[in-house]
């Protein structure tokens, strides 16, 4: 006997299939708000289960050709939307490429919830709390973003507008993940911390830290999640830090912290039932100081 | 709103079975009310216990987070066709059998299913790595060592 209607967990849809990417668009043009794309669903199914989420109608874009991939392309790799965790995570030629992806993945979630779910669902859902989101921040990357009758780039910077919210238009599906290739000498690092394995982090930060040919240096970059309502791009925290050679030693331990605390300043943490505001600052200050020491020590090893 | 209903063709431990259902009807819900096949178990059904562990083309998934007109066309494995012909136990279930890797046995199915999806991948496994790949299935009883020590029995029987 078939469960009875009453005992079904998410709200009544109508459900659809879509064919091809076009299809998908002329849908979602159709239909606006009232209806959510369904890729990987491990946070819009569950969200319809509390019927927090009650779309009118669902466009499920798991059969649509040529979603999911890794594209190389010239200085940059590009990632389709409904790639899934778990094929990231066993791209060898990506992680190496990015080790910043390749860390932060198995902070997400749990093998089962990494088989099922995508990089262009998780970007779109922007919860605060998520990896990704900082990860696409501190490597610079920008969104493809496609309407049934136009296209538009966004940089990561302008892509998070606020708690689950982005600049994606009603009509509009993120349709690729570009990502520059790194700059040469770059050591990169990401550390989180969560109640569990695979919760919401309660703070999370990537570092990079980028040589010029002198050995000084060129670049840092600090991307921050779980700390406020968007990732946090906290680079300017280490301006103090351009220019200083590292051929000789790691930064200093007192240099180091002066990073974090300028960063500590930079964020607005929100608490929650496992970590106060100022508890989350603390974490997320002595990650920053661990995570930029590692990728300092990382460049000079030449990892 | 009238019922959105769908036509599927689901393979289910190499069975095909054809149903007209409702789209909102959840994967674990079809196994288990549809088809009769109870032995998934739904715990949270949100995606947190991993008791509805099912696999999808060979992946474990939660079957809670999924939609049972998702899997039209797609084969689900679950805890019934983990047996042999002859009933004879998979070689992690004996092992669970042997170091009482369960006690109330309600998250039980969905380890089994992800354990044995994990085995086939990494067939000598140090004790971290399955800690790892346990991650997202809860015990509230067992304390998860006699688990850990029946996937590493599992994986030295399965070795040979």
């Given at each position: 006997m078939t469960l009875p209607a009453s005992a079904m967990k998410p709200a009544p849809f109508k459900y659809i299939a879509a064919t091809s990417l076009a299809h998908a668009l002329a849908l979602k043009a159709q239909h606006g708000d009232d209806a959510k794309f369904l890729a990987g669903g491990q946070s819009l199914i569950p969200a319809m289960n509390f019927r927090l989420a009650r779309p009118a109608v669902l466009i499920d874009i798991n059969a649509i050709e040529g979603l999911a991939g890794v594209r190389s392309h010239a200085g940059a790799v590009g990632i389709g939307p409904l790639t899934r965790y778990r094929a990231l995570q066993r791209d060898e030629a990506l992680t190496k490429l990015y080790p910043l992806i390749g860390e932060a993945l198995p902070h997400i979630a749990h093998p089962q919830i990494r088989n099922r779910g995508t990089i262009g669902g998780n970007l779109s859902h922007a919860?605060?709390?998520?990896e990704l989101p900082a990860i696409a921040l501190a490597l610079r990357g920008r969104f493809r973003v496609q309407a049934a009758k136009r296209e538009r780039w966004v940089e990561a910077k302008d892509f998070f507008a606020g708690a689950l919210t982005?600049?994606?238009?009603?009509?509009?599906?993120?349709v690729e993940l570009e990502l520059p290739s790194p700059k040469p000498r770059t050591g990169s690092c990401f550390m989180e911390i969560a109640r569990?394995?695979?919760?919401?982090?309660i703070a999370g930060v990537a570092a990079m830290v980028t040589l010029d040919e002198r050995d000084a240096c060129a670049e840092v970059r600090l991307a921050l999640c779980g700390v406020d309502e968007t990732p946090v791009d906290a680079s300017s925290a280490a301006d103090g830090l351009i220019g200083q050679n590292l051929s000789e030693q790691a930064l200093s331990e007192q240099a180091i912290r002066e990073v974090a605390a300028c960063l500590q300043k930079m964020i607005a943490p929100a608490g929650n039932v496992h970590a106060t505001a100022d508890y989350q600052r603390h974490v997320a200050g002595v990650l920053a100081e661990r995570a930029l020491s590692t990728a300092c020590q990382r460049v000079q090893d030449g990892r | 709103m009238d019922a959105d209903r769908h036509e599927i063709t689901v393979s289910v431990n190499g069975i095909d079975y054809t149903r007209h259902i409702e789209s909102r009807l959840l994967l674990s819900d079809f196994l288990r009310h549809?088809?009769?096949?109870?032995?998934t178990h739904v715990g949270c059904e949100h995606g947190v216990c991993g008791a509805c562990t099912v696999l999808l083309d060979g992946q474990p998934v939660r079957s809670c987070l999924m939609l049972a007109v998702q899997a039209k066309g797609h084969e689900i494995s679950t805890v019934e066709g983990l047996a042999g012909k002859d009933s004879a136990y998979h070689p992690l279930q004996q092992a669970m059998h042997d170091h009482h890797g369960l006690q109330c046995g309600y998250c039980t199915p969905g380890i089994l299913m992800t354990m044995t999806a994990f085995l086939d991948e990494n067939a000598s496994p140090s004790e971290d790595e399955i800690r790892e790949a346990l991650s997202g299935n809860l015990c509230r009883c067992t304390g998860y060592q006699n688990i850990v020590d029946a996937v590493m029995t599992a994986a030295m029987r399965m070795r040979g």
């Open positions: 919860d605060p709390a998520s982005t600049d994606l238009q009603p009509d509009e599906m993120l569990r394995r695979g919760d919401f982090a | 549809d088809l009769g096949l109870a032995g």
